[in-house]
């Protein structure tokens, strides 16, 4: 595979965080940043060729959050039909010289731009044929899952659900790229009050230490 193989990102930020939180839990506050805005500010840090930013429930709040980075924000009027709904809008939108996009999750503050960069440099060099990519910690997969345009037909006629597109690691797991990382610390997806304080205490300790 070429050497500059266009790697896009899918930013979902469209639920409604009725589980856990009576306020949106991406506008949680971590240091003195969102926990959307410190999610969205890693990413505008690494590789990929493009940022569209899918929204939702709160979409007002949600954008001007995201205000004055370079990002394209598009609206799921359907974000209540769950999150293969905003995957779906999202690839309506993306540059026709996408070969990957990233399905990135707004509610995983612990990612780095490193850990982003590491799928997308796969990506450059992933065997001619292959479909998906995705982190890997101790054989347990992880996000953002970087998948193939090749596929988006496949994602359309879908129905929409919260399953995302796992449906695409049943059809072709003979054609994934596992990359291995060091540490299950960024797979974390603040789901729960307990995990945003765990969450929370990771990065007060790593603010305390810089």
Request: charge should be negative; proline fraction near 4%; aromatic fraction near 8%.
């Amino acid at each position: 595979m070429s050497t500059h193989v266009k790697v896009s990102c899918l930013l979902l930020c469209a639920g409604k965080s009725t589980r856990t939180y009576p306020a949106h839990k991406l506008l949680l506050k971590l240091g003195d940043q969102t926990l959307l805005r410190r999610v969205a500010e890693e990413i505008e840090c690494t590789k990929f060729y493009e940022v569209l930013a899918i929204t939702g429930h709160d979409h007002l709040m949600i954008e001007k959050e995201l205000r004055g980075l370079p990002l394209k924000i598009i609206h799921n009027e359907h974000y209540e039909r769950g999150i293969h709904s905003s995957v779906r809008e999202g690839i309506l939108h993306l540059s026709p010289e996408t070969d990957y996009f990233a399905i990135c999750h707004a509610d995983q503050p612990m990612l780095t731009y490193q850990d982003y960069n590491k799928l997308i440099d796969a990506a450059q060099s992933a065997a001619a044929g292959t479909k998906l990519i995705y982190p890997s910690f101790h054989g347990k997969r992880g996000y953002p899952a970087l998948i193939s345009m090749s596929l988006i037909m496949e994602i359309l006629d879908h129905h929409d659900n919260d399953e995302e597109c796992s449906y695409l690691f049943e059809r072709y797991r003979s054609q994934a790229l596992a990359v291995e990382i060091d540490d299950e610390l960024p797979f974390l997806k603040v789901e729960t009050p307990q995990i945003f304080d765990q969450i929370k205490f990771h990065i007060s300790n790593q603010l305390d230490k810089s």
